[in-house]
């Protein structure tokens, strides 16, 4: 699971540039290829995480919740959501960021939970 998560903020990082990189000020000239990258200085919260969050960074914040611990089991807990309209992301327990891609969870201390998983003590946000 650890490993699915680092390629897909590897390869959404990478459109990222992608994406940045073919873009043009409409004038005929070369397009800027100069990004400027985060520098390691630039500190996220755990619960800021987005998918242009540098690795290192993400990593110290730990893992994601294991699917198959007792405790991801109990509250049914599965990512993605399969609720319509209900996931972490608007649920009063998630403390993620808005528009980030993981966060902590109360129920889940020693890990970070998908903004779009879901699970049976999902409240919604008022």
């Known amino acids: 699971m650890d490993q699915t998560r680092r390629e897909v903020l590897f390869y959404l990082s990478s459109l990222s540039v992608i994406g940045?990189?073919?873009c043009?000020?409409?004038?005929n000239s070369a397009p800027n290829t100069t990004?400027?990258?985060p520098s390691s200085d630039d500190v996220v919260s755990c619960n800021e995480i987005t998918p242009f969050?540098?690795?290192?960074?993400?990593?110290?914040?730990?893992?994601?919740?294991?699917?198959?611990?007792a405790q991801a089991r109990a509250l049914q807990w599965?990512?993605?959501?399969?609720?319509?309209?209900?996931?972490?992301?608007?649920?009063?327990?998630?403390?993620?960021?808005?528009?980030?891609?993981s966060g902590a969870c109360?129920?889940?201390?020693a890990a970070l939970t998908s903004s779009g998983a879901w699970c049976t003590a999902y409240v919604p946000e008022n």
Request: aromatic fraction near 4%; hydrophobic fraction near 25%.
């Open 106 to 109: 109360p129920l889940f201390p």
């Open 53 to 69: 969050t540098p690795l290192d960074q993400v990593e110290q914040c730990g893992s994601l919740i294991d699917e198959n611990s």
């Open 20 to 22: 940045i990189s073919g």
């Open 24 to 27: 043009s000020s409409g004038s």
């Open 78 to 101: 599965e990512s993605p959501s399969t609720k319509q309209s209900r996931s972490c992301a608007s649920c009063t327990l998630y403390q993620g960021a808005a528009g980030t891609v």
């Open 35 to 37: 990004l400027s990258q």
